[in-house]
């Protein structure tokens, strides 16, 4: 079988995947960028472009020590990549894709273009859990990226304001180049440029807020999934770039960098380091990554786009897990914007998962809407089976239409002020059901929560 396809950029040659009839192109270069310039797609390559392996990930703190002696870090390391081998790189703008391998420019499969979580510092699109999504068999062409991770995809610097015109939101300006990218060669793979429903986990869902909250991106997507991290809160509200200029300037002091030249020199593992020991100092802590109001990719606040009534008006899936990070406040941040915006769905994930005591941890349900349960050293039973057949098929549903509704699954109805149930995913029957905040207020009080 030939995987062989013709796009706008020229051909590329792909492979198979665990699932029969379905072809995967890994490590396709979206775009280019030096240390803090903005992406430039790319549009041309010479010959066949070889995506049968994955591009390298961007440099992130676990570069630069082995995470399976890292007990701080043993669980996500044994949940997502133990076993697995990365490369690390600031050459990391690659995007993944997967798509039935007879589909044709005719087809017009919806499309699910996917951001990583991992606290914009950590992460990548080829962990265990996104190698390989079930949506293909499901009729749906499946995207994920990689993009810029801490100091190299958040820095803000006078310097870098006077030389491009702003400063900033580098990661989220690669994602805006990779789905500017999808856009004009995704027919290529048998997608439909005007149908794309964008996708994130935590920092993922943060990305998408992002998105659907730019000015910038109007008519690159039409659906969008936030997934423990949606929603909007005035606790987290972004700040002008410049505020966060004293940081930056405090990390090229602790760099021993005088003048941008030498700081946009530096190495990595000085750079990391750098911006490490700036961090976690107390009155500093929680800054460094995090996105800004830029004039550019934003221009307003969450809340002030919001009280304009300038975010994306198309539907939204939100939700969350019942161990996850403060679960009461993303659910409350999830309901507000339930009730903010018409057409959207809440879910609340509770499936405590086999193989030990930690629940319905923040990611667990990743396994789940990706179906790729196999990957996983955990105990599956029949049930979670069932379970992430059923939240494919929402998810592929509403991807299809913008209602996850479909023939054999349970209602799902909107969340609106009236109607504020949310879908319960997990251990009992799926339904619409009320979430107890008062058990996530004991929950958080009481339950040590697996971080990123």
Not at 42 to 68: K, L, M
Not at 162 to 184: C, H, I, P, S
Not at 290 to 310: C, H, M, S, W, Y
Request: contains cysteine; glycine residues 10%.
């Amino acid at each position: 079988m030939s995987f062989e396809r013709t796009t706008p950029c020229g051909v590329i040659s792909g492979t198979d995947c665990q699932w029969p009839g379905i072809a995967a192109y890994k490590g396709i270069r979206y775009a280019t960028a030096g240390r803090w310039e903005y992406p430039t797609p790319v549009t041309h390559w010479e010959g066949i472009y070889d995506a049968t392996q994955y591009g390298a990930c961007c440099y992130q703190p676990r570069s630069f020590y082995n995470e399976a002696e890292t007990s701080a870090k043993a669980f996500y390391y044994n949940e997502f990549r133990k076993g697995e081998t990365y490369t690390y790189s600031e050459d990391c703008l690659f995007l993944n894709i997967w798509t039935p391998a007879s589909a044709t420019p005719e087809d017009k499969l919806p499309v699910i273009f996917y951001i990583h979580g991992g606290g914009f510092t950590g992460g990548c699109g080829h962990e265990k859990h996104f190698d390989g999504p079930v949506w293909p068999t499901k009729g749906c062409v499946a995207v994920t990226i990689n993009y810029r991770l801490g100091p190299m995809g958040f820095v803000c610097l006078p310097e870098l304001a006077e030389e491009a015109g702003f400063t900033g939101n580098y990661a989220f300006m690669d994602q805006l180049a990779a789905l500017q990218w999808v856009r004009k060669n995704i027919a290529a793979f048998g997608g439909d440029k005007d149908n794309i429903t964008i996708m994130g986990q935590s920092a993922g869902a943060m990305s998408v807020q992002q998105l659907v909250l730019s000015p910038i991106t109007r008519g690159l997507f039409t659906k969008a999934v936030l997934s423990s991290g949606g929603g909007v809160s005035k606790m987290l509200v972004a700040k002008p770039a410049e505020a966060h200029y004293p940081f930056w300037k405090q990390v090229m002091e602790a760099a021993g960098c005088k003048t941008l030249a030498e700081f946009r020199a530096l190495e990595p593992a000085k750079l990391f380091a750098a911006w490490d020991a700036t961090r976690t100092q107390p009155q500093l802590k929680g800054l460094g990554c995090e996105p800004v109001v830029d004039g550019r990719f934003q221009i307003k606040t969450g809340p002030e786009t919001l009280a304009a009534n300038e975010q994306h008006h198309i539907p939204y899936l939100i939700g969350m897990t019942s161990e996850d990070i403060v679960p009461p406040y993303l659910y409350q941040m999830a309901h507000d914007w339930c009730t903010q915006n018409p057409d959207t769905y809440g879910w609340f994930f509770d499936r405590q998962l086999p193989g030990d005591d930690h629940g319905a941890w923040h990611s667990s349900d990743l396994w789940y809407w990706f179906g790729t349960l196999e990957h996983c050293w955990r105990p599956f039973t029949e049930k979670d089976t069932a379970l992430s057949a059923q939240m494919v098929d929402y998810l592929t549903t509403f991807a299809k239409t913008g209602d996850p509704n479909g023939a054999g699954l349970p209602q799902w109805q909107p969340t609106t002020a009236a109607q504020p149930d949310f879908l319960c995913l997990g251990e009992g029957p799926t339904h619409m059901g009320s979430v107890d905040v008062q058990k996530l207020m004991w929950t958080m009080q009481n339950v040590k929560a697996v971080g990123e």
